[in-house]
Nanobody, 119 residues
Framework: QVQLVESGGGLVQPGGSLRLSCAASGIIFRIYRMGWYRQAPGKQRELVAVISNEGSTDYADSVKGRFTISRDNAKNTVYLQMNSLKPEDTAVYYC?????????????WGQGTQVTVSS
C-alpha cells in the first residue's frame, strides 16, 4: 500500500519559516520524482517545487529564492523548507510522487497539510 504522509504545516506570521516533510512508504522512493504542490481556496492546484530522482530541482517563479526542496533517499522523505513566507503562500500543500513510464506515468498524492501565513 502506497502512502505519502505530509507533516509540518501550521500557522506562521509573514516573514516566518516552516519546514514540510513527506514520508513515503510502499514505493521505491529513489526512482520517483518527488514534488510539492499547493491549492489555495478557489484556485487550481499548482506546482511549487520538484526534485528528480537524481536531485535536480525546479521551482515555481513565485517561490524561487524562498523555498528549497530536498530529499533523503535513506529516509524515504522529501522536504520543503519555506522561508520569508507571504500571505499568498497560504494553501493546502500536497506531496506528490511520480514514476515516469514508457506508456504512462504513475502519480501518488498525500492527504495535504495546511499552511496559513497570517499576522
Amino acid at each position: 500500500q502506497v502512502q505519502l504522509v505530509e507533516s509540518g504545516g501550521g500557522l506562521v506570521q509573514p516573514g516566518g519559516s516552516l519546514r514540510l516533510s513527506c514520508a513515503a512508504s510502499g514505493i521505491i522512493f529513489r526512482i520517483y520524482r518527488m514534488g510539492w504542490y499547493r491549492q489555495a481556496p478557489g484556485k487550481q492546484r499548482e506546482l511549487v517545487a520538484v526534485i528528480s530522482n537524481e536531485g535536480s530541482t525546479d521551482y515555481a517563479d513565485s517561490v524561487k529564492g524562498r523555498f528549497t526542496i530536498s530529499r533523503d533517499n535513506a529516509k524515504n522523505t522529501v522536504y520543503l523548507q519555506m522561508n520569508s513566507l507571504k500571505p499568498e503562500d497560504t494553501a493546502v500543500y500536497y506531496c506528490n510522487g511520480r514514476r515516469f513510464g514508457v506508456a504512462y506515468d504513475v502519480d501518488y498524492w498525500g492527504q495535504g497539510t495546511q499552511v496559513t501565513v497570517s499576522s
